[in-house]
């Protein structure tokens, strides 16, 4: 009798050695189906960005920290603005000659809550 003959079974190891696209690789160029071209000008600035950013990644670093401070200051220096034109308009609205000399504290309290009826000396 003979031996029942064995199945050769295909060597699938080739597969584990390749990496598998990115998501949008995948999906633009093998599902859409755009030109190759595209494909190796996109690879292409994405590794001269890469490169870039690992050369300047200090100068980044610093810029971030800038930006961070910015951020992080604007609202102080915008209220602090908008305060000092409360008080300029204000103090351009008290013109009499008896508060003259109390202008600016009159014009502060009122910004910060007074009323009118406090801005009389009395």
């Known amino acids: 009798m003979e031996e029942p003959s064995k ?3 295909p060597n699938f190891n080739n597969k ?3 990496k598998k696209l990115p998501w949008w690789i ?9 030109p190759e071209k595209l494909l190796v000008k996109l690879l292409g600035f994405q590794k001269k960005t890469s490169n870039h950013i690992v050369k ?6 610093s810029l971030l920290i800038v930006f961070v401070f910015l951020i992080y200051f604007f609202p102080i220096i915008q209220e602090s603005r908008n305060k000092n034109k409360c008080i300029n308009a204000t103090m351009k609205l008290l013109q009499s000659e ?4 109390y202008r600016k504290q009159l014009a502060v309290n009122y910004c910060n809550g007074g009323s009118m009826e406090s801005m009389t000396l009395n």
């Open 7 to 9: 199945k050769i079974r």
């Open 16 to 18: 584990k050695g390749q």
């Open 26 to 34: 995948e999906l633009l160029f093998v599902q859409i189906g755009l």
């Open 56 to 61: 300047k990644k200090s100068q980044y670093k």
């Open 98 to 101: 008896e508060i003259k000399p």
